[in-house]
């Protein structure tokens, strides 16, 4: 029985991946943290905004470098909206908190757009790069019209 629940934990943390690690001492740590990926998520996401919108020539190379760390930051954020993380040096919303289903679908709806525009970037198409780039901004903009206060 025992040894059953120490794998049911196991398991389950490996499940949780890398939202596992993200531990946090106090609120503010959570909240500087989050930001921390929302920052990386926008240098990223704007670049290649840039290349989507003909600002910057498109190079397939900085597409796939960037579309990568977006696809692989837009996991971290979540795992901080802990608890207690509504007040403070932040714009979220107490919404998330209270309707966080819908918050989890949007965070997944990003996730699972990022990953597909790792896999537009590495085709090399320029429209289906626009097409999944416009996708995950949607994403992000979807989210902060409902939890992101102005
Ligand atoms: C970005 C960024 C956002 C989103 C949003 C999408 O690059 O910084 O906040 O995309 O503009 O509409």
Same mark, same amino acid.
């Given at each position: 029985?025992?040894?059953?629940?120490?794998?049911?934990?196991?398991? *389950?943390?490996?499940?949780? *991946?890398?939202?596992? &690690?993200?531990?946090?001492a106090?609120?503010? =740590?959570? #909240?500087?943290?989050?930001? /921390?990926?929302?920052?990386?998520?926008a240098? @990223?996401? *704007?670049?290649?905004g840039?290349? /989507?919108?003909?600002?910057?020539?498109? =190079?397939?190379?900085? /597409?796939?470098?960037n579309?990568? #760390?977006?696809?692989d930051?837009?996991?971290?954020?979540?795992?901080?909206f802990?608890?207690?993380?509504d007040?403070?040096?932040t714009?979220?919303?107490?919404?998330?908190?209270?309707?966080?289903? %819908?918050?989890?679908?949007?965070?997944? %709806?990003? &996730?699972?757009e990022?990953?597909?525009?790792?896999?537009?970037?590495?085709?090399?198409? &320029?429209?289906?790069?626009?097409?999944?780039?416009?996708?995950?901004?949607g994403?992000?903009?979807?989210? @902060?019209?409902?939890?992101?206060? %102005?």
């Amino acid at each position: 029985m025992k040894k059953i629940l120490v794998s049911l934990v196991v398991a *389950g943390a490996s499940l949780m *991946g890398v939202s596992a &690690q993200a531990q946090f001492a106090k609120p503010e =740590d959570a #909240i500087k943290y989050r930001k /921390a990926a929302f920052t990386l998520l926008a240098a @990223h996401n *704007g670049r290649l905004g840039a290349m /989507a919108q003909g600002r910057v020539p498109f =190079d397939a190379k900085s /597409a796939l470098d960037n579309a990568e #760390i977006v696809a692989d930051v837009a996991k971290l954020p979540w795992a901080a909206f802990v608890d207690g993380t509504d007040s403070g040096e932040t714009k979220a919303k107490a919404e998330i908190w209270k309707d966080n289903a %819908k918050f989890k679908d949007y965070a997944g %709806k990003l &996730q699972a757009e990022s990953v597909k525009l790792v896999a537009a970037a590495k085709s090399g198409n &320029q429209d289906a790069f626009k097409t999944a780039f416009g996708a995950t901004a949607g994403a992000c903009k979807a989210c @902060h019209d409902d939890f992101r206060a %102005k």
